[in-house]
C-alpha cells in the first residue's frame, strides 16, 4: 500500500533567515540530506541511527551566522518501498535538527517519498523541482547559491535548477559514484549546457 501523499514541506518561521530582511532575493546553500548532513545508513528510520557527518555541523552553523539560508533537499524512497513511514521520517529530522543544536539553522527541509521511474516533472531528483520550489518560497537567487551532495542526482538537479557552483562530497554514495559523476561533467552536453558551472570534488565537509 502506497502512502496517500508524497511530499513533505518543513517551514522554520522561527529562522532568523526565513524572511529576506530587504525582501530581495539572496543566495542559498542547498544540502542533500543522507550522505552529506547525516551518515547514509540506508532507509534509516530509527532516531536512534542518526549521525551527524564530519563537518556537517560545521558548515551548517558557519552559514547560518553568515546570515544564509540553509536548505534540505532529499529524495525518500523508503516511503514508496514501504521501508518507513513519514512518521519515522519526521522524528528522523528532529533527531538531526536536536544533534545540530539551537537555535535551529536550517531553514526549509523539502522532501519527497518517491520512488525509480516516476516521472521527469516530479519532486525526486534528478528534478530540480524541489529547488526551484524552495527559491519561489524563499526569494533564493540561484545563480548565487551553492548545492552539496553525494549521488550524480544531486549535481543534476543543481544543474537543471540553474545553480552554478556545486560540490560533490565522497561521504555517503560519494566514492561510489564520483567517477560517474566525473563522467558526466566531462561529457559534451554538459560541457555545451552548462559552460558557466562550476562542479568541484572535495573529500567530506571539512574541506
Known sequence: MRPDFTHI???????????STNNMSRGAIFLDRDGVIIKDVNYIRNPDDVELETGAKDLIRYF????????VVTNQSGIYRNFFSWEDYIKVTNKIISL???????TAIYSNGLGPGSPKFTWRKPSPEMILNASFSLKIDLEKSLLIGDRLTDIKSGLKAGIKNIFHVETGHGKIEK???????????????YLDHNVKFVKNLNE
Open 100 to 106: 545540530i543544536g539551537e537555535p535551529n539553522p536550517i
Open 9 to 19: 514541506v518543513n517551514l522554520f518561521y522561527e529562522n532568523k533567515q526565513f524572511i
Open 64 to 71: 547560518y551566522e553568515k546570515g544564509i539560508p540553509i536548505v
Open 179 to 193: 567517477k560517474e559523476v566525473f563522467s558526466f561533467i566531462n561529457e559534451k552536453n554538459y560541457k555545451n549546457q
